[in-house]
């Protein structure tokens, strides 16, 4: 029997997605921080839970993008946000015990971003991430100090294939040890997160670079005061900061200036 999938909304506060519940089973963390409500555009990120907006980068410049710190406006059905270099808007309906939610971009053709639903979930330590095994991941240099041999200089992420990048063993996502890892499963348009129930996303975008980012941060972020937390971030693209990307990394508005995708939780 599958439980339908009900989400809440923001809109104020960067139409941030504060539930995604399936009967008494809520799937999204939350960290209470007073500062989320007052943040402007341009503050550093405030990690508070839930799902966020990121675009047009995660790591970078503006921290976790220019979406998260900005009021949203209803527009009928749809919500929409205004930055300086883009209009987003998002249409969420629930249906067949989903939540769909459409995107739709406006931007110069050719305007290159990331985009990232920065989901950080509420997990046992029995929980692991479903993913196509052999999926070439970029396992990021937060890692550093956990393979074995030297990590190279000036790399920031190293590959390869899940579940066991590099030795690590990243689909288990189990008790604080003092680690933060953060991973993006390339070309990796679906995951599952199990533990118990199960909680899927599918990411759909016509010609742009579809992953899966993960964030498996087990008491290691931040210091000195670190907490568990961990993020499954249907993206476009391949990198988390948009200024490191390398061909292919990132996604590109089209000549109609108009870049459509759809995620879908269920």
């Known amino acids: 029997m599958v439980t339908a999938l009900a989400s809440t909304v923001d809109l104020a506060h960067g139409g941030r997605w504060t539930s995604l519940r399936a009967g008494n089973r809520e799937w999204l963390w939350a960290r209470p921080d007073p500062s989320r409500a007052t943040v402007r555009p341009g503050a550093a990120f405030v990690d508070a839970g839930g799902l966020e907006e990121c675009l047009p980068t995660v790591r970078g410049k503006p921290d976790h993008g220019a979406a998260w710190s900005r009021p949203w406006n209803r527009r009928g059905d749809a919500a929409r946000v205004v930055a300086d270099e883009f209009e987003l808007?998002?249409?969420?309906?629930?249906?067949?015990?989903?939540?769909?939610?459409?995107?739709?971009?406006?931007?110069?053709?050719?305007?290159?971003?990331?985009?990232?639903?920065?989901?950080?979930?509420?997990l046992s330590t029995d929980a692991r991430l479903r993913a196509p095994v052999g999926t070439v991941t970029r396992v990021y240099d937060d890692a550093r100090d956990?393979?074995?041999?030297?990590?190279?200089?000036?790399?920031?992420?190293?590959?390869?294939?899940?579940?066991?990048?590099?030795?690590?063993?990243?689909?288990?996502?189990?008790?604080?040890?003092?680690?933060?890892?953060?991973?993006?499963?390339?070309?990796?348009?679906e995951a599952t997160v199990v533990d118990g129930g199960?909680?899927?996303?599918?990411?759909?975008a016509a010609g742009q670079p579809?992953?899966?980012?993960?964030?498996?941060?087990?008491?290691?972020?931040?210091?000195?005061?670190?907490?568990?937390?961990?993020?499954v971030e249907p993206m476009l693209g391949r990198v988390f900061d948009l200024a490191a990307a390398g061909p292919g990394d990132a996604a590109t508005v089209p000549a109609s200036g108009v870049c459509e995708w759809r995620l879908v939780v269920r």
């Open 198 to 204: 199960e909680l899927t996303f599918a990411l759909r």
């Open 210 to 231: 579809v992953s899966m980012a993960l964030w498996r941060n087990l008491g290691g972020f931040p210091q000195p005061e670190p907490y568990r937390s961990v993020g």
């Open 89 to 122: 808007t998002r249409t969420i309906r629930h249906e067949g015990g989903a939540v769909v939610a459409d995107y739709r971009l406006i931007a110069a053709p050719g305007w290159s971003f990331i985009w990232a639903a920065h989901a950080l979930l509420e």
């Open 146 to 189: 956990l393979i074995a041999g030297d990590w190279p200089d000036d790399t920031s992420w190293l590959a390869g294939e899940w579940p066991r990048p590099l030795g690590l063993p990243l689909d288990r996502l189990g008790a604080a040890d003092g680690t933060a890892v953060g991973a993006i499963l390339t070309d990796c348009p």
